[in-house]
């Protein structure tokens, strides 16, 4: 999985990292700073999606990601993985 942080929308509410610091870490500004090549575990897949889903500009979109052959698709929820 990878997360998407759109150009320009984190304004610095720093409500992701407050929610999943173990996946939103923040630069020296409060800025959300994620690599644009990091590939997350799916076990952070939960903390992921609530912190993206806090961020109050709709700044981060969570991505499925398969392999680098195969193009990432957003995940909307969590899998159900009863």
Request: aromatic share 4%.
């Amino acid at each position: 999985m990878k997360v998407d942080v759109k150009p320009g929308r984190c304004v610095g509410h720093t409500l992701c990292n407050a929610t999943a610091p173990e996946v939103f870490e923040l630069d020296d500004d409060g800025y959300v700073a994620i690599a644009k090549d990091t590939v997350l575990p799916g076990e952070l897949e939960t903390l992921a999606l609530a912190g993206a889903a806090a961020c109050p500009e709709r700044a981060l979109v969570v991505l499925e990601w398969l392999s680098p052959e195969q193009p990432t698709g957003r995940i909307d929820e969590p899998k159900d993985v009863t």
